[in-house]
């Protein structure tokens, strides 16, 4: 999580400083035209995002962004989706795993290794919900 610092003038010379925390969200998906449009409307919500298309990267990203959500497409071009899933929950239990598919999930997430499933669809209104349902303010 990334916070920043605000200053805000109140009045004329008073300075005050709050802080606001930005959720890091991975995002992986084959589809590049899919990937621009997640990270587009995932940033106007105001999170940092990072995208790839690659499950390998996703691996190294998790180390590296520390994210606090991944989500990703169950069929990647170069591993599943559910190994990856897996991967990160092996290793780091507290990023939240978000599988965002045309595939349906079985009854058992966990062993998918995600915490949570949205179908593919046009409207992106149910994966923004179940952001926020995952990572409350």
């Not at 069929?75 to 290793?91: F, H, N, Q, V, Y």
Request: glycine share 8%.
């Amino acid at each position: 999580m990334v916070i920043l610092m605000l200053y805000i003038f109140r009045g004329s010379t008073t300075l005050t400083k709050g802080c606001i925390a930005m959720s890091r969200i991975l995002f992986a998906d084959g589809e590049p035209h899919i990937r621009q449009l997640c990270l587009e409307e995932l940033q106007d919500e105001g999170y940092e995002v990072k995208v790839t298309g690659q499950a390998a990267e996703v691996v190294r990203l998790v180390d590296s962004f520390e994210p606090d959500m991944v989500i990703m497409e169950v069929a990647l071009p170069d591993m599943s989706g559910l190994e990856t899933g897996r991967m990160i929950k092996g290793t780091n239990r507290k990023t939240q795993v978000l599988l965002y598919s045309y595939f349906s999930p079985p009854g058992d997430l966990s062993s998918w290794g995600a915490d949570d499933f949205v179908l593919k669809s046009p409207d992106l209104n149910g994966l923004k919900a179940a952001v926020r349902r995952l990572l409350p303010a």
